[in-house]
């Protein structure tokens, strides 16, 4: 368990940022994170295959760190082989969205919501990866600071079968909603640049059916429920902060990142309000940490 401690410990301070500290680091790790994988775990056994895990929350909500230290604990404490990989590495190219802008609506060309990602690339690679005759998989990289998805040669290559996938992604395991519900528009965005509702409604049937198709390969979903919406804005606005200090490639201004919130905000909503429909509630607090985790 030392091993694990210190391996974990390193995580989170290589995580942290002068702005934003982990709260109760070793608290967090002994009533949240082990007793969680250790039910994850006995899943896993009982079903005695390959176990896709699907974690859903908001931006910023931290999904990739949760990613990360689930892989931690099953890799030092269970032995066991995790691959994870996220929803946005399968966004489609800036060529193919630009062509969809052209066709379908301009908002299209904005990547983010369901009928911007390959979902054949995506629903392919995990057919793959569950193959009793495994063979090697690619899995693809998209690079946000270009807004386009990298050469072949550069994406993540997964030699051996995992034991569990962690698929991550703000939109995994979000339902469609009724076409009543789409009338009202929910900001300025959908009311001045989707009058029609061109945007909203290919969305919404995106979401009914290709991407429906992949969630049903998805065993359990964790959803990570924040406060409210305006914590999306925050912890978004602190993870693009984040990528400035690390990163000397593009990024996006708060203005900008404002209006890039507005693509995310009905699909968003709509998964934080029946959150009770997904199998493992993760609740996290004001001060970004695990609050409460529910069966």
Not at 88 to 113: C, N, Q, S, W
Not at 251 to 275: A, L
């Amino acid at each position: 368990m030392s091993k694990l401690k210190k391996i974990y410990l390193k995580f989170i301070k290589n995580q942290e940022s002068t702005s934003e500290k982990f709260q109760e680091k070793q608290r967090q790790l002994n009533f949240f994170y082990l007793p969680f994988c250790k039910k994850l775990f006995e899943l896993y056994t009982l079903k005695n295959r390959t176990l896709i895990l699907g974690l859903s929350g908001g931006q910023g909500s931290g999904k990739s760190t949760i990613s990360q230290i689930l892989k931690i604990i099953f890799q030092s404490v269970y032995n066991l082989n995790v691959v994870i990989f996220s929803i946005d590495d399968f966004y489609k190219t800036a060529l193919e969205r630009k062509k969809l802008a052209r066709l379908i609506h301009p908002l299209f060309m904005t990547r983010g919501v369901p009928g911007t990602h390959d979902t054949k690339i995506l629903y392919k690679t995990i057919k793959n990866l569950l193959k009793k005759n495994f063979k090697a998989v690619r899995i693809p990289k998209f690079d946000k600071s270009i807004d386009d998805r990298l050469k072949t040669k550069n994406w993540q290559k997964i030699k051996k079968k995992p034991d569990i996938i962690i698929f991550e992604g703000w939109c995994v395991g979000a339902k469609a909603q009724k076409q009543k519900e789409l009338i009202k528009p929910l900001n300025i965005l959908e009311k001045y640049e989707d009058t029609k509702l061109t945007w909203r409604k290919k969305v919404n049937n995106e979401l009914k059916t290709s991407y429906q198709k992949i969630y049903d390969l998805v065993d359990k979903i964790i959803y990570l429920k924040v406060p409210n919406f305006k914590y999306v804005l925050k912890w978004r606005l602190l993870q693009e902060k984040k990528l400035r200090l690390k990163n000397k490639k593009k990024t996006m201004s708060n203005k900008q990142i404002k209006k890039f919130i507005m693509f995310y905000e009905r699909v968003t909503k709509t998964m934080s309000k029946n959150y009770k429909n997904y199998d493992f509630i993760i609740t996290i607090d004001k001060k970004h940490k695990i609050k409460s985790v529910q069966y």
